[in-house]
């Protein structure tokens, strides 16, 4: 495994997914910038993060639960052909692929509405104190 | 500098600070003439390490095909999962800038005048020749055999093109669908991916199931020795899994003769020879060094390499012995074993940093130890992993896969991973 060097694995990665990779790529960075931005809103608001992270979580399992299913038929494969732990760890990590898509999603929206639920709380108590 | 390639550079070029590969480090500033002959796997691989390694040289490249193909996928083309486009692309995609490439084939190589002359009878004269011009397939030494018959009455041959496995994989399926009898085996002498044989065998065996028809096909392996892979352990594996598979075995037979009409094959057996009727035949020719290199000084002399023309080469450096600036790589290097793109893998980076360091004005030191790769298909979904050396030693590149077990991850490997690692290493970055 020795030659197997970053610089190898992007040209291995590059070759094999031709304009796939880039995509992949754009949409790991906008996912990365959703997650900060409601993170940030998140911190704004004062609400804590955990109820979108326990949200993300579970989609997260799910997806990776049912695209290990899906994933030897990327391959022209059967789950069948799965022999051994081996075979299900590497099932699992392509799964994760998806999963970290779904599971980023769902912080995001999870993150905002319960930014943005907690500004209106907000506003609501200070207009009602007010009136 | 395409759109695609600026990105890709731009990106290892990120990444080159976290890993630089020994031999892509050291560079030589020699204005030396290397002439390369053969645009496949080994010539462009070496042509695009060299021309990092070696940005001063002249680099030629000697080839009139102008597609290329990655004849590692022609067994998934044959098992009817991949069509040809998907092996399909052309040389010029892979030629590294500031190369000559003359679009002729080598007609003759003068090492002692050390010139190579081509079709068109231009003299080309060298430094240093890299001589990769792949091997020949001896279909005519096949009495009765024919290219054109690949597709019909029962005849299959992956090894021919990409359009011959796919006459081949329908001729598979039509096979299923009758019933009778196949035949498998190999030609005797040096062969590219021995394993492509046992592969078909595992192929056909595992449609038949799929189909609901074993039972109605009978298969025979004609293995060409007393065994039917030269590496022991996995030769016990696989002669253990034919047994499982009702997968009958005839040992030291080697196909001579094939009569398309009535549908027999006859084999050249340690008791004479044997015909055998068939339903359907996979034919898989012996295997040669090109007229032109055959025709050359450069061959094996004497020895069991000589027959067949390989070029006379030094296992370790593939430095010929006779004409020292000359090397061979890939299929028609005259070593023990190593006719697979996995063996370029490991040859091109060996012979290059060997060569940067000679006109650099060091001692190359890089050995080359036989390493060879063998993704075995058992079936489809399942591959057992098979590396291994010139000793016969298994030499795994994951610790965690075994190779002689039928895994998933291995035929992931095989389907998904190997064709973006062989163009890598076209380019020169793997």
């Known amino acids: 495994m020795s030659d197997f060097s970053p610089v190898v694995v992007f040209y291995i990665l590059s070759e094999s997914l031709g304009i796939w990779l880039w995509i992949v790529l754009a949409l790991a960075l906008a996912l990365l910038v959703g997650i900060t931005y409601a993170a940030l809103r998140l911190r704004a608001a004062d609400r804590s993060p955990a109820r979108p992270l326990v949200m993300a979580a579970i989609a997260g399992v799910l997806t990776t639960a049912i695209f290990t299913f899906l994933v030897p038929g990327w391959s022209h494969a059967e789950i069948s052909a799965l022999n051994g732990p081996v075979d299900y760890v590497f099932a699992i990590l392509f799964s994760m692929v998806p999963a970290g898509i779904v599971a980023a999603l769902v912080f995001i929206i999870a993150g905002l509405r319960c930014a943005s639920g907690m500004a209106r709380t907000s506003k609501n108590l200070v207009g009602a104190i007010k009136g | ?430």
Request: glycine fraction near 10%.
């Open chain 2, 1 to 430: 500098m395409k759109r695609r390639e600026f990105l890709i550079a731009g990106s290892a070029a990120a990444l080159e600070g976290l890993s630089v590969n020994a031999s892509q480090a050291q560079t030589s500033e020699s204005r030396a003439k290397i002439v390369i002959a053969g645009a496949g796997a080994a010539g462009l691989s070496l042509a695009s390490r060299l021309r990092h390694g070696m940005p001063n040289a002249t680099i030629v490249i000697v080839d009139a095909k102008k597609q290329h193909h990655f004849q590692p996928g022609y067994t998934l083309i044959g098992a009817g999962l991949w069509s040809p486009s998907q092996v399909t692309s052309n040389n010029a995609d892979y030629m590294p800038r500031g190369i000559e490439w003359i679009q002729e084939a080598v007609t003759a190589f003068e090492p002692e005048t050390n010139a190579v002359f081509t079709t068109s009878g231009t003299r080309i004269d060298y430094d240093f020749l890299l001589v990769a011009t792949g091997l020949k397939l001896d279909y005519d030494a096949i009495e009765g055999m024919d290219t054109a018959l690949i597709g019909q009455n029962g005849i299959a041959s992956v090894y021919a093109g990409p359009n011959e496995a796919q006459a081949s994989a329908a001729a598979i399926d039509r096979f299923i669908e009758t019933g009778g009898i196949g035949l498998f085996g190999r030609p005797t002498g040096e062969m590219k991916c021995a394993g492509a044989p046992l592969k078909m065998t595992f192929i056909a065996d595992d449609k038949a199931r799929r189909a609901g028809r074993r039972g109605a096909v009978e298969l025979i392996y004609n293995a060409h020795t007393g065994g039917v892979f030269s590496v022991p352990p996995v030769n016990e594996r696989v002669t253990e899994m034919f047994a499982e598979r009702n997968i009958a075995v005839n040992y030291t037979h080697v196909l001579a003769a094939i009569d398309p009409g009535s549908k027999r094959a006859t084999y050249r057996t340690a008791d004479g020879e044997v015909t055998l009727d068939y339903d359907f035949i996979h034919v898989i020719p012996p295997m040669r060094a090109p007229d032109a290199v055959l025709d050359s000084p450069l061959p094996w002399q004497d020895g069991n390499l000589a027959a067949d023309g390989w070029v006379e080469a030094d296992k370790a450096t593939l430095r010929h012995p006779r004409y020292p600036n000359v090397f061979a790589v890939g299929d028609i290097a005259g070593v023990p074993r190593g006719k697979t793109a996995a063996s370029v893998k490991w040859q091109a980076p060996i012979v290059v940093a060997n060569l940067i360091a000679e006109t650099a004005g060091r001692t190359g030191s890089a050995s080359y130890n036989g390493y060879t790769s063998c993704p075995m298909v058992t079936g489809f979904g399942k591959a057992m992993l098979i590396e291994f050396d010139y000793e016969g030693n298994l030499t795994p590149s994951f610790p965690f896969i075994d190779p002689l077990k039928e895994q998933w991850v291995s035929w992931l490997i095989e389907e998904k991973g190997l064709l973006g690692a062989y163009r890598a290493m076209l380019r020169g970055y793997a």
